[in-house]
């Protein structure tokens, strides 16, 4: 009878865990794919406080593409108690929009393997992401060239004066 007294306790305490974790609610994404040095992480509550931010795998899946363009590789984690915990594995096609879903990490689902279309209304932010990282890694290199150009400038000036 103690046994089953704990575990109904120890259930009631991860069952809010639990759907907490399958209605998506993600800490954050991080990506990888074309264009991308190392990984980018992003936190966009619309591409991460839903399981369906990507695509609506309720709605079936889909044939497999014969081409489905350029990629990007997507980790979907929580952080839980300090310990980041990646979920599952997607890759996105924003320009032609497909998802294969890849599963869940350490699980399995019946949306594992396949093919579905891909939520129009991820596109935006996702773009915008992918755009506020280029920005910032091309933007030390132009503050660079800007400054060679204004020692170069100076440096001319100086040479004609003297």
Do not use: C, H
Not at 40 to 57: G, K, Q, R, V, Y
Not at 98 to 112: H, P, R, T
Not at 114 to 122: I, L, N, Q, R, V
Not at 137 to 158: C, D, G, Q, S
Request: glycine fraction near 6%; charged fraction near 15%.
């Amino acid at each position: 009878m103690k046994k089953i007294t704990w575990i109904v306790a120890a259930l009631l305490v991860l069952i809010p865990s639990i759907s907490a974790l399958a209605k998506g609610e993600f800490t954050y994404i991080t990506v990888k794919g074309p264009g991308i040095m190392g990984d980018l992480t992003i936190s966009n509550p619309a591409l991460t406080e839903s399981f369906m931010a990507f695509a609506d795998f309720s709605q079936g899946s889909i044939d497999a593409p014969a081409d489905p363009g350029e990629g990007y590789q997507i980790i979907r984690s929580y952080v839980v108690d300090n310990k980041e915990a990646p979920f599952d594995l997607l890759y996105y096609y924003p320009y032609t929009g497909f998802v294969y879903y890849d599963g869940i990490a350490n699980g399995s689902s019946e949306y594992d393997k396949k093919w579905y279309t891909a939520d129009p209304s991820a596109r935006q932010p996702f773009q915008s992401a992918l755009k506020q990282r280029a920005l910032l890694t091309w933007l030390p290199l132009v503050v660079l060239a800007v400054i060679l150009v204004v020692f170069f400038v100076a440096y001319r000036k100086k040479s004609n004066l003297a």
